[in-house]
Every structure is written in structure tokens, then in C-alpha cells.
């Protein structure tokens, strides 16, 4: 089989650039189904953008790459073709939009699409033995649709990072990256809940409540959810995408209130009532008991000086825990790391010692914070390399 560009990874990457590169294409994945990711994504709504996405919200050992490709194919691009593909959608909370009715929609409009470009797309398949030719690359091609060799002038590599392994997930990006000598940065677990040996959360388990998160020096301010493994929630997931193992992070659990002026004025008007109960009209109460038994906030509010209130709510403020790990790439939503960004042309995705090969979405070491901008990284990065295929 000849054709002018192979693509591998028949996900949100993937199909967009399949979508758009034009010539004969070939869009190859292991899958039953395109976009399994997508389908079960934002609780199956699919958090498809970010009305805030910005460079500033992407971790990459070069924080400048990802600026070129999200500038030349913006949020507003892809909204306004989900728009002209009659998908209706709307805004929760921080700039994230979802579809009004199933994250199907958005990969029914990437087939849609494809299908229109006249993309040769090969389920339940395996590529496999990449090489370079005179003509650019071949692979071998096993499948219910063709099985034999393939050779294509081009080949794009949209197979995602290790997150979720159930879903399909596999390192295979960084080994065809290794195997054209591209080189790759170290990956791990990103977007991912932290765990405690311990069990130290077992019985407050399912509690939630604003909290701000901080990990690495940047904090994120949104939920946070006690669980029996451990800490989950966005403001955790956000959080560990900074953490690195052995760290602490801190915990503050009164983000937005001045809580000693608070408790000091209820202390005046209701001096008889049980601190933990005054605690509670800020606090969940099971929450509440937990932090009552490792600080022993007994007694009335009357029996607490100012001192001993300052000294609890800078506790409560700076909670600080040493996680002792991350539930890793088995829940994961991201992989941090990938394909070394310096092996690659920020504009078209292409890596220069191996013309007409690119890495585009999450197999490259750029990763978004929670709330689609992983997304919208699939989306520009695919039409960098798509544009470039097109001429």
C-alpha cells in the first residue's frame, strides 16, 4: 500500500490532522473505535475546549513551544467549528466547554470530516517495524483490512502517552521516536490523585470542599476530595502535575475567608457553642471530626484565646502532606514528558534530522492543566502539522 501520509493514532490528534492534511491518507489505530478517549471524556460530555487557554497553562521542558501552534489554531477555531458542525455546547465553571449533549458528537464530526477528505481509516490494526526509505518511511500493516507492507511519504505519530492503559494506552510513540533517534524526555503521571500509604482519609472518604493546592509553587484553587487512597479532586489533579515525588504540598483549606475574624465574632455571640460546631458552618462536618481527633479541638468557642484560634486557622490554612505517590498512569489523564521538544519544529511539528516524520498531541512533551486544554493542544498541534502536510 502507498500513500502520502500514515498517520498512527486514530485519537483527537490523529483524526483532526487526518482530517486536514489532504492526499491519500491513512489513518491507522489498535482500537475498535476512533477517539475512545474523547467518548469518555468530561463524563462523557467531552471537555472539548478552554475559552482561557493560554501558553501559561502548559508544562513542557520548553514553555515557548507550544505558543506558535496555539496561536495559529486558537479555542476559538475550534469553536467555531464545532458551531458550523451544529454541535450544540456551554460554559461550566473557569472557561470549560462541554457538549450540551455527548462527547459522540465531537468524534462523529471528526469521522464526518474524515470521511469527506476521503481518509482511509484501519481499526483493530498494528503497525509495526517503521523504517526510513528513499521515498520517506514504510511499516508493516496487520488487520482485518489489510495486512502487508505499507510505505508512505510522510508519517505523523498521534499515539498518545501512557494514561489510562485500559483505554489502549502505550508507550509506542516513544519507541518510534527512539527508533528514528528522536530523542525523549523522562514521562510520568499527570492530572493524577495523590495517595498515602497510610489510609489516613479512609473515613472522611467521598468528603469534598474548596480548597487551594499547592505543589511545585503554583496553586490552584477548585475542589479537593478526600478518598480511600488518598486525595483526589481538580484542585489535586491540577496540583500534581508539579508535584515531584518526596515533596510536599500544602493544603489550605480556607482559601477565600478571613476565618480567624470570623470565628472571633461568632466566639462574642455564641461563646457556648462547641468550636467544632462553629467550625462546621465552614467546614463539612465529617472533616471537621477528622481534624478534631489529630488537633484536639475540644471545649467552647469562649474557651479559645485569639492566639489559639490564629494558631488553628494557620493550620487550617497550611496543611501541609507528603503524599507518598500518585495513583499513576492507571487513572492518570495526562502524560507529562514525551518527545523531546527541542527534536522538534514548533511550527509544523515536524522533526528536522528526519524530514516528513511528525509527533503531535500528548505523544509530545507538552501537557495542558485540567479543563480541556489538553485538548485544544491535540487540536493545534494536529492543524500545525496538518497545514505543513498541505502545503
Known amino acids: 500500500m502507498k500513500v502520502d501520509t500514515a498517520i498512527i493514532g486514530a485519537g483527537a490528534a490523529g483524526m483532526m490532522s487526518a482530517a486536514h492534511a489532504g492526499g491519500r491518507v491513512l ?72 457538549c450540551d449533549t455527548s462527547a459522540k458528537d465531537i468524534v462523529a464530526m471528526l469521522r464526518r470530516m474524515m470521511q469527506a477528505a476521503g481518509v482511509d481509516l484501519h481499526l483493530q490494526s498494528t503497525a509495526s517495524q517503521f523504517a526510513n526509505t528513499t521515498d520517506g518511511f514504510s511499516f508493516d ?37 527512539r527508533r528514528f533517534d528522536v530523542p525523549v524526555t523522562e514521562t510520568r503521571a499527570g492530572l493524577v490523585p495523590f495517595t498515602f500509604a497510610d489510609g489516613r482519609f479512609a473515613e472522611i472518604s467521598g468528603v469534598a470542599t474548596p480548597a487551594r493546592i499547592t505543589a511545585g509553587g503554583t496553586s490552584f484553587d477548585e475542589a479537593l476530595l478526600f478518598t480511600h487512597r488518598g486525595l483526589s479532586g481538580p484542585a489535586v489533579l491540577q496540583a500534581s502535575s508539579y508535584w515531584k515525588e518526596g515533596e510536599e504540598i500544602t493544603v489550605n483549606l480556607c482559601p477565600e475567608m478571613d476565618i480567624f475574624e470570623d470565628l472571633r465574632t461568632r466566639r462574642q455571640a455564641r461563646g457556648r457553642k462547641n468550636l467544632t460546631t462553629e467550625l462546621a458552618q465552614h467546614l463539612p462536618a465529617r472533616l471537621v471530626d477528622h481534624l478534631a481527633k489529630q ?34 498512569y492507571r487513572t492518570a489523564e495526562v502524560t507529562l514528558g514525551g518527545v523531546d ?33 489538553n485538548f485544544q493542544w491535540a487540536w493545534s498541534s494536529a492543524m500545525a502539522a496538518a497545514r505543513d502536510i498541505a502545503g
Open 341 to 373: 521538544t527541542d527534536a522538534l519544529s514548533s511550527r509544523s511539528m515536524m522533526t528536522p534530522a528526519v524530514p516528513g516524520l511528525y509527533f503531535i498531541g500528548e505523544a509530545v512533551d507538552v501537557t495542558g492543566w485540567l479543563g480541556g486544554y
Open 27 to 98: 489513518l491507522v489505530d489498535h482500537a475498535k473505535a476512533p477517539g475512545e478517549k474523547i467518548r469518555i471524556s468530561g463524563g462523557g460530555r467531552c471537555n472539548f475546549t478552554n475559552l482561557h487557554c493560554d501558553p501559561s497553562a502548559f508544562l513542557s521542558r520548553n514553555q515557548h513551544f507550544a505558543k506558535s501552534a496555539l496561536a495559529r489554531y486558537t479555542q476559538w477555531d475550534f469553536i467555531a467549528l464545532v458551531e458550523a458542525h451544529g454541535i450544540p455546547w456551554h460554559e461550566k465553571t473557569l472557561g470549560q466547554l462541554f
Open 141 to 177: 500493516l496487520q488487520g482485518p483490512d489489510y495486512t502487508g507492507k505499507v510505505s508512505a511519504t510522510r508519517l505523523v505519530i498521534a499515539t498518545g502517552g501512557k494514561s489510562i492503559p485500559k483505554m489502549g494506552a502505550t508507550g509506542l510513540a516513544y519507541d518510534i521516536a
Open 295 to 328: 488537633m484536639d479541638l475540644t471545649g467552647n468557642l469562649a474557651d479559645w484565646s485569639d492566639t489559639g484560634l490564629q494558631s488553628l486557622v494557620t493550620h487550617l490554612q497550611n496543611w501541609h502532606l507528603t503524599p507518598g505517590g500518585t495513583e499513576g
